[in-house]
Each structure stands twice: as C-alpha cells, then as structure tokens.
C-alpha cells in the first residue's frame, strides 16, 4: 500500500494538480503592444517557473469583455488584466484619472520616473482595499489630436465635436478648449467620423492607424498633450496566496516583460505615424513651439480645476518629478 502510495503521489495527475494556473485576459489583439506583451509575460513567467506556473493568454475580449473583467478579476474568475488606466476612475480610485490630465508628463523621462517610482507605487496601494494588485505599467503612448480640419491654434477647436473616453478630466480639457466633447466607445468611433457625428478625436497613433481613423480625417497634429497607458494587475488574494519564490520569479518575468512591451509601444507609434504620412489620406502637423506654448497655457487650468477630484498633493508630486526631471510644471 505505501508503494501505491508514493506511486500516487508522483503520478501526472499529481503534478498537474500541483500547477498554478494564471488566467490573463485582455481586450486587445494579439498583434499589439499589450497582446505581444501579455506573450512574452507568458513565456517567461512558464520558463522562470520551470513550468510550475501556466498561464493562459485569452485576447479580443474572449473571456471578458471591457466592462466585465474588473469585476471578474476581484471574484477571483481571472487572475490577471492589464486594463487602461482610466478604468480604476469608475472602480473608485479617482487618483488614476491624473494620468489623463493633459501635459502632466512633459515628456517619457518624466512619466517613467512617475510610473516606477514612489508615486505609481502609492497609486498600486490604492487599488488594495479592492483586492486588486498592481505589478507593473505598460504603454500605449503618448497622443496625438485628429479633426476634419488642421488643429494649429487653440481656437481651431471652438464647437468641435471631440470624441473621449469617459472621464471627468477628458471632459474638462475639451471644455479648455472650447470644444465640445461626445463620450463614444472606441468601437464607434470609425463610423462617428465618417458619418459627422464627431468632428475629431484624441488617441495615440497607432490606434489612430490600426482603427484607420486616418482615413477619415484630413489632419492629425503631433501634439504629445496625453497620456494613454495600461495596469497589469492581479487579483490579490490569489497572488499572496502563491509560494514566496513564485512571485519573485513571476516579478522577474513581470519587469523583463514590461520593458519589451513598453519599447514595442513607442516602436509602433513612431511605425504608425509613418505609415499615414506614407498614405496620403491625412496632412500631419507637427506643433511649433510657439503654437504648443498656447495649448499648454489654455490646458493647464484643466490640472487647477480637476485637482479636487484626483487629488491635489498626487498633481504636486508629479510636478516635483518634472522639475527633478528639470522641468518646470508652473
């Protein structure tokens, strides 16, 4: 019997009862900053492990959808997301929308110093009290503005109807500007153009690209004014759950993993913006400093009047992250 035993105890069922299983569910393709970086999280997680981890990659919404896999993760029916920053806003942590403050980050030195340092850490914390942990930033870049006709001056968006996300802050800049802001999802957002229903929108360009925006807006304007960036997260209790040197070697996996999705991100937004130049279909203006000095002063009033709802101190530390980086934020 004790051999019956051990025979148990070694045999294939054994081992795969003793694998852990990590769901990772995105919305985006395969073929995309987040979709290759969720791939490469997976092989290397696999190898780190020596296939004591798996983890099952399920892209295009084929598990969740967008507004479901949040409340998935905290049940505990997924154990991984990366989903965009500006979705811990409706979750209850308002101090994410901060990353959708316009020129909040002069540039990537300053948002990586944000992103990995105390500051990105401190938002992590945040996101505990709903059983939810933050392991890394991924990009998605920074974002340009596209209209049906050029956005030069800050007065060639008075009455347009500017296309967002939902967001309070997204809202408030095109207000700045004296637009009007339309809140679509971005599955409509192709059809709105074409149709008139919106004049223009904001996005980085290689969405603009892949969702062939550029085909039905004459100018794009290389302004750099946002930010578009994503969490991958975890659900907690199934990741303290987990042997101390798991989640060193799944750590290790995580940051290797990050670095190639985030140099993948600016690779194809420089890739895309390329390819519309090359299609002719849309006219790309690059902002002079002049015109890029006006934008800034009408949309930084937008960080003064969000403050009381992301959180003044959280703005503050960002700018002492700017002037260390040597940039001066006011």
């Known amino acids: 019997m004790a051999g019956l035993g ?6 294939p069922l054994s081992y795969a009862q003793q694998q852990i299983v990590i769901k990772f569910s995105h919305v985006v393709a395969n073929d995309t900053p987040k979709g290759k970086g969720a791939e490469r999280f997976k092989e290397l997680a696999e190898k780190a492990t020596k296939g004591r981890v798996k983890v099952e990659v399920y892209p295009n919404s084929t598990l969740y959808k967008d507004k479901e896999e949040l409340e998935a993760l905290q049940l505990g029916s997924v154990q991984m997301l990366a989903p965009s920053l500006a979705k811990f806003g409706p979750l209850g942590v308002k101090e994410y929308e901060v990353f959708d403050l316009p020129y909040i980050f002069p540039n990537t030195t300053v948002l990586k110093r944000v992103t990995e340092g105390p500051v990105g850490q401190s938002l992590f914390q ?3 009290s709903k059983g939810i942990k933050g392991l890394a930033y991924w990009d998605n870049g920074m974002k340009v503005m596209t ?3 050029p956005l030069h001056k800050v007065s060639d968006f008075r009455a347009l109807k500017m296309r967002i996300q939902s967001s309070k802050v997204l809202d408030e800049q095109f207000r700045a ?3 009007n802001p339309q809140v679509l999802a971005f599955s409509e957002v192709y059809t709105a153009m074409q149709t008139g229903v919106v004049d ?3 996005n980085t360009p290689s969405n603009v690209y892949t969702q062939k925006m550029h085909e039905v807006q004459s100018n794009l304007t290389v302004s750099d004014h946002g930010y578009i960036g994503y969490a991958v997260i975890v659900n907690k209790k199934f990741w303290d759950s987990l042997p101390a040197d798991v989640r060193t070697q799944l750590e290790g996996a995580m940051k290797e993993a990050t670095v190639y999705a985030n140099t993948i991100a600016q690779k194809e ?3 895309a913006l390329a390819a519309i130049k090359a299609s002719g279909k ?3 203006y690059y902002l002079s400093d002049e015109e890029k000095t006006e934008w800034r002063k009408a949309l930084m009033t937008v960080h003064k009047s969000m403050a009381p709802r992301v959180g003044k101190d959280l703005i503050d530390a960002i700018y002492k992250e700017s002037e260390a980086a040597g940039v001066k934020m006011n």
Do not use: M, P
């Open 177 to 179: 500007l004296k637009a």
């Open 147 to 149: 209209a049906n006709k």
């Open 6 to 11: 051990t025979l148990a105890l070694h045999s």
């Open 200 to 202: 223009g929108s904001e």
């Open 269 to 271: 937004n420089d890739d």
């Open 126 to 128: 945040k996101l505990e």
């Open 282 to 284: 849309t006219k790309v």
